[in-house]
């Protein structure tokens, strides 16, 4: 099954400190794609950061970076020095290059606290 | 340059009547997608249209039916609403090729009575 799993429903940080938000991922596929949306309470989906399958390097996109980790199939988001902006729910989506479809996580939701 | 825009934002309607979600986009992008997401969940993929004069069914596509009108525009049409049908619904565009990113419209909020 093509899946994306997000454990953690719920996640807590002190303003300034980093943050990891989990995601693995399951597919047979060789290609794939895996990105990192945010929603705030507005509920725009803001796209965040993209990894490709193939990439060797971790993806960086200012404070956001991408820890990608093949062999274990997971895609975990770093933020690092959290502002108050960024309390939102976080998804983890997985591109399949074979179909051309975006699964989704369950998305995480994150509070930055002052 | 205004991105993915939809209309409405929002929309209540009563059991069995007909409505058109309106999703236009000015990237000039090839694929254009429509999704539901439910409280809880994650988006799940309703219908999509790879390029103009194609559309394929998603994950969710039971109760809808689509039309790409041209390259820029997508609607979502409920025959027949059901409460069933009470989500949130959001538009997307990607532009084929290397970069698969997907963008996506604000959202239209639909509650069926």
């Known amino acids: 099954a093509q899946k994306i799993t997000q454990t953690q429903p719920g996640m807590f940080v002190q303003e300034k400190e980093a943050v990891t938000l989990d995601c693995t991922y399951d597919?047979?596929?060789?290609?794939?794609?895996l990105f990192w949306y945010k929603q705030p309470s507005s509920g725009e989906m803001i796209f965040l950061i993209y990894?490709?399958?193939?990439?060797?390097q971790n993806a960086t996109e200012g404070r956001y970076s991408l820890n990608f980790q093949k062999a274990r199939k997971s895609a975990n988001l770093v933020i690092s020095a959290s502002q108050l902006g960024d309390s939102a729910m976080y998804f983890c989506?997985?591109?399949?290059?074979?179909?051309?479809?975006?699964?989704f996580g369950t998305g995480t939701r994150l509070l930055v606290s002052p | 340059n205004a991105g993915v825009t939809q209309t409405p934002k929002f929309q209540v309607l009563k059991t069995g009547q007909s409505m058109t979600l309106q999703c236009a986009q000015d990237?000039?992008?090839?694929?254009m997608y429509w999704y539901r997401q439910d409280p809880g969940m994650g988006l799940r993929l309703i219908y999509y249209?790879?390029?103009?004069?194609?559309?394929d069914k998603g994950e969710v596509p039971n109760g809808y039916n689509v039309s790409r009108l041209n390259k820029r525009e997508f609607s979502l049409r409920l025959e027949s609403a059901a409460p069933s049908q009470t989500s949130v619904y959001f538009c997307?565009?990607?532009?084929?090729?290397?970069?698969?990113?997907?963008?996506f419209g604000p959202g239209t909020r639909l509650l069926v009575l």
């Open positions: 997307a565009s990607r532009l084929a090729g290397n970069q698969e990113t997907q963008y």
């Open positions: 249209s790879a390029s103009e004069g194609t559309t």
């Open positions: 597919t047979s596929d060789q290609s794939y794609g």
């Open positions: 990894q490709g399958s193939y990439d060797e």
């Open positions: 989506a997985m591109w399949r290059v074979s179909v051309e479809k975006l699964v």
């Open positions: 990237m000039n992008h090839n694929s």
